[in-house]
């Protein structure tokens, strides 16, 4: 997301253990596990096999890896570099496809590189800032299928000819603003590999783009509900537009999930914020873009600005846009194989920042579950389980969207406790849910909506870990571990602990857990730390070296081949002077201890954690996806400083030259064409 845009107040003010306590406990506990105490050998599984098998192993920590990939990096780790172009292993290429801006269809619209593109042209092109995505591939081809990209946020300098027009505080051009917000949201496009080489679909009919304008329907229990209910859906049906779409997910019925992380910071109440807003943090003098300073121009259509205004000024929600900002913050679900679908906001998981949202292993006749973090200091992990059980027929549907109706729209939100033995409890946010202050939910909730319009605030009543900004997750295709980035947390300052200088988080760590048998039980623990190889050996916890340090983890995904891929967003000079940021890959599944269970990253091991691609200056790395055949690696470069030069990601912009910068996707392959990694 970049510091540009990320706000570090800490809208958590509930008095939750935080994270970084039982974090010390944790640690504790550890060095007694590698002593040899406590952990046993646990049963066999394979791949997405068998059931969750921790359910005795009070205080145990991940469980055994004897379903592990075989998997076997064969690309030696890569030096840092600081550079205008992206750095690959040797034997590799990387192609740019489709950076901000490119045309879905023939319209004359071409980018423009004086910025100069309009409104209605940015509505027809690829938005701005990639991050999260996924390739759908079509008749299972590996070499044709949709893209689909999330836009985070915008780049005001790179988008308009001479930056945003704004005259004593207030945004004047109309078109400008417009651009703007068809700058963010997801593209769909259709790609295809000929002469090795990715290519967009020209005016394919399944080309298309959602932005911060788009109507979508409301799903779950917001849906219909008065506090949905705006002048533009007096029936609380729908909102229109999704924005600062970070992470991503999908279903395993074949749809696209786009997940509403940084939406705050677009909508403001000038008036009396209530206890939701204050919460969440919609703030209470700016938005980021003064969109909604062009409200009552006269060319506005349906308040397309007045809606970022969220302060009551008529006499009741169907004359205003009190509840604009309820109508976000969601996870979005699209179809992109439907031409035409419209998005639908999935409001039963939550209404928070959401980074990502992954489902968890997936086994015929149990709940369907998704994991979704909330990006921002000291904020908590969620879990969401359906009310029905998988059916592998619903894999394949004629409608997905109806698939996602039966899976997303009912079932129980959780929120995780980390607790001090390495177990955790998932707390549910029911009207029923015990507080800890001895009550329930009910005492400060009227139901389910208002639980979910106010997530984090239900979170703190509950007692759920204060994190240290959850980013992405995923699960290991063969032990079902599920694996989460905590990025950074430099604001821990009120726990000094000399002995600790993790106290304050500057370089994140990835954390992973196991589900129990119970559907309120994990067992977790912390598989490598972000450092700079010199820190010192509290610091460098897991024993990186120059060829895999890295900080701020962030993007973070399993492809099917048990792989683990970690992007960073790092803001840390003791990394950032050594390298940009990067991509780094392992194989945890096949990482086994003494006692046969799964390894953390430490000094006996730490080689297997490999650097495999770098970024451009001043870039972040995000957004993973692979071809079924493994043979073309997607990854996307956000805010790159000055690149891409060519249609080659690896060739530098030449020194002294300044191009305007494009987020775009980075296509790597293998010159023998072989499979990416191993
Ligand atoms: Fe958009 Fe949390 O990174
Ligand atoms: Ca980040
Ligand atoms: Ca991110």
Request: hydrophobic share 20%; charged share 20%; net charge negative.
């Given at each position: 997301m970049s510091k540009e845009t990320f706000d570090a107040t800490r809208f958590n003010q509930s008095k939750n253990k935080p994270f970084e306590e039982v974090l010390e406990a944790n640690l504790s506990r550890r060095s007694i596990i590698k002593g040899g105490v406590g952990i046993s050998a646990m049963t066999a599984f394979g791949a997405f096999g068998l059931?969750?098998?921790?359910?005795?192993?009070?205080?145990?920590?991940v469980k055994a890896a004897s379903g592990a990939a075989s998997a076997v990096l064969n690309f030696e780790s890569i030096p840092g570099s600081l550079t205008d172009a992206v750095a690959i292993p040797p034997g590799y290429t990387a192609q740019v496809l489709?950076?901000?801006?490119?045309?879905?269809?023939?319209?004359?619209n071409d980018w423009k590189d004086d910025g100069s593109n309009t409104g209605t042209d940015q509505l027809n092109a690829l938005g701005m800032h990639h991050d999260g995505m996924h390739f759908f591939p079509l008749n299972d081809s590996s070499t044709d299928g949709l893209l689909c990209i999330n836009?985070?946020?915008?780049?005001l300098s790179a988008l308009h000819p001479n930056g945003p027009t704004v005259e004593n505080g207030v945004r004047t051009i109309v078109d400008e603003v417009r651009k703007e917000i068809n700058a963010h949201g997801v593209s769909v496009v259709r790609i295809q590999l000929s002469d090795n080489q990715w290519q967009l679909v020209d005016n394919d009919p399944l080309n298309r783009r959602y932005t911060g304008a788009t109507v979508m329907d409301l799903s779950g229990p917001i849906a219909h509900t008065s506090l949905a209910v705006t002048r533009f859906s007096p029936d609380g049906s729908q909102a229109r537009g999704t924005l600062n779409n970070c992470g991503n997910g999908y279903t395993p019925w074949g749809t696209y999930l786009t997940c509403e992380e940084n939406w705050p910071g677009y909508f403001v109440n000038a008036g009396v914020r209530t206890q939701e807003q204050d919460r969440i943090g919609v703030d209470d003098e700016n938005t980021r873009y003064l969109w909604e300073t062009l409200a009552g121009d006269a060319e506005e259509r349906l308040d397309e600005f007045a809606r970022f205004n969220v302060k009551p000024t008529g006499s009741s929600a169907m004359d205003d846009y009190r509840n604009e900002a309820n109508g976000h913050g969601y996870i979005v679900e699209i179809d992109p194989y439907t031409q035409n679908s419209r998005a639908k906001k999935r409001t039963a998981l939550g209404r928070f920042r959401h980074e990502g949202c992954t489902f968890g292993k997936l086994e015929a006749g149990k709940p369907v579950v998704f994991y979704s973090g909330?990006?921002?200091?000291f904020e908590y992990l969620y879990k969401f389980e359906s009310a029905v059980v998988w059916d592998p027929a619903d894999a394949n549907p004629s409608n997905r969207l109806a698939i996602g109706d039966k899976y997303m729209d009912d079932g129980i939100l959780y929120v995780a406790r980390f607790n001090e033995d390495s177990s955790g409890t998932w707390l549910p946010l029911t009207l029923d849910s015990t507080t800890v202050s001895g009550g329930t939910l009910a005492d400060s909730f009227s139901s389910l909506a208002d639980i979910i319009l106010n997530t984090a605030g239900a979170a703190d009543l509950v007692g759920a870990t204060p994190m240290d900004r959850p980013e992405w997750c995923t699960v290991d295709p063969y032990t079902g571990s599920v694996y989460l980035t905590l990025t950074n947390n430099t604001r821990r300052t009120d726990e000094t602990n000399p002995a600790n200088p993790r106290l304050n988080n500057k370089f994140g760590h990835v954390i992973r857990w196991d589900e129990g048998e119970m559907a309120t039980e994990f067992t977790w623990d912390i598989f490598v730390f972000g450092s700079p190889a010199n820190g010192d050996s509290d610091t460098n916890r897991s024993s990186l070296t120059e060829l895999n340090q890295f900080a701020s983890p962030d993007g973070l995904a399993f492809d099917p081949r048990g792989i683990l891929w970690i992007q960073t967003d790092n803001g840390a000079d003791e990394v950032e002077e050594y390298t940009n940021d990067q991509m780094l890959a392992v194989v945890p599944s096949k990482l086994t201890d003494e006692n046969g269970n799964q390894a953390t990253i430490g000094?006996?091991?730490?080689?297997?954690?490999?650097?495999f691609f770098v970024g451009p200056n001043g870039c972040e790395v995000t957004g993973f996806t692979i071809s079924p055949d493994y043979k073309s690696l997607f990854v996307n470069i956000q805010h790159p400083g000055n690149w891409p030069y060519s249609h080659n990601a690896a060739e530098a912009t030449p020194a002294g030259m300044t191009v305007r910068p494009r987020a775009a996707t980075v296509v790597i392959r293998r010159e023998d064409g072989g499979e990416i990694g191993v």
């Open positions: 059931a969750g098998c921790n359910s005795s192993s009070s205080g145990n920590s489709v950076p901000w801006g490119t045309p879905l269809n023939a319209q004359g836009h985070e946020y915008i780049d909330h990006d921002s200091r000094a006996d091991n730490q080689a297997e954690l490999k650097r």
